[in-house]
Every structure is written in C-alpha cells, then in structure tokens.
C-alpha cells in the first residue's frame, strides 16, 4: 500500500513539475511572429501610401519608451518596454 502511494506522489510531482515549469516562449514571440508575418506581407510603400495613424503605431509587443508610440487602445509598459493592452 505504501508503495503504491509513493508511485502516486511521484506521478503527481511529476505533472507539477511539469506544468509548473516556466514556458520559454511568451506570448509576446507569437505576437511578434504575426506581426511580422504582416509585414513580409506587405510592403512599407503601402503603409506610406494609407496615410493612416495607425500604420506607423506600436501594436502588442512592439518596443516603445512611451504610450503615444503604441497604436490606440494600448500603453506602453513601463517594465517591459514593449506595447500592451
């Protein structure tokens, strides 16, 4: 009986160990990924040509020193340096 409790410690350690451990990719990586995916995309002489405030904005995760750097609706963390919601 005792050595079936200590398997069932060790399993459950195991998947807290697991689930604890710290991810090494955030979510900020996948953000960034999207983003210059949209990029590749399209070109700068497009985001020129739309004459739009929001083409030269911050969106999430992009670097900034403060919040008029990011697109509207976000801030700029000021830990992080990065835009956020």
Excluded: W
């Excluded at 210059?36 to 070109?43: H, L, W």
Aim: hydrophobic letters at 35%; proline letters at 4%.
């Amino acid at each position: 009986m005792q050595r079936v409790q200590l398997l069932c410690l060790a399993v459950l350690l195991t998947v807290m160990a697991i689930y604890a451990a710290p991810n090494n990719r955030y979510d900020g990586d996948v953000i960034n990924e999207l983003n210059n995916e949209e990029y590749e995309n399209n070109s700068f002489d497009d985001f020129e040509n739309m004459n739009l405030p929001s083409a030269r904005c911050g969106r999430i995760g992009h670097y900034c020193t403060q919040t008029s750097d990011c697109c509207p609706k976000l801030r700029c963390h000021s830990y992080l340096a990065k835009c956020v919601t």
